[in-house]
């Protein structure tokens, strides 16, 4: 098992939680929005269905586990892996990769990915830029 935060618990942050989640992984999701974070789970449990109604799961729950936290450090500290899935604005996602990189461990891998902005930029002021992978 392996220990997953995802920052941003919109539709993409949703569906990267479910996906690990299914495949067995320990999940934290943070958002800073308390109603989206209240939202999560419902939205699993929809997306859990559609993957029932066509085939595509045949367990009756999801093998691993996701949790909702309201405080980032919770969400990273011990994270092997933190997945950025927040607005693709650039203040940001800049923000949270700077707070982030200074709250996890120095060997946990981060994972961001934009539609136009500049990866090189988003990762500037982090801690540890050998550990991001951007797309």
Do not use: W
């Amino acid at each position: 098992m392996v220990k997953v935060a995802v920052l941003g618990c919109g539709i993409l942050g949703t569906k990267i939680a479910g996906c690990l989640a299914y495949h067995g992984h320990l999940v934290k999701v943070y958002d800073s929005d308390a109603r989206a974070l209240n939202a999560l789970y419902s939205n699993l449990e929809s997306d859990r269905e559609d993957l029932k109604k066509d085939g595509l799961m045949i367990q009756r729950q999801f093998l691993g586990q996701v949790l909702c936290m309201g405080r980032l450090e919770e969400a990273v500290q011990d994270a092997d892996f933190i997945f950025e899935a927040v607005v693709d604005n650039m203040e940001i996602k800049k923000d949270l990769f700077e707070r982030t990189s200074h709250l996890c461990r120095p060997s946990t891998i981060f994972v961001t990915n934009t539609l136009y902005l500049d990866v090189n930029e988003i990762v500037e002021k982090t801690a540890y830029k050998e550990v991001c992978i951007v797309s």
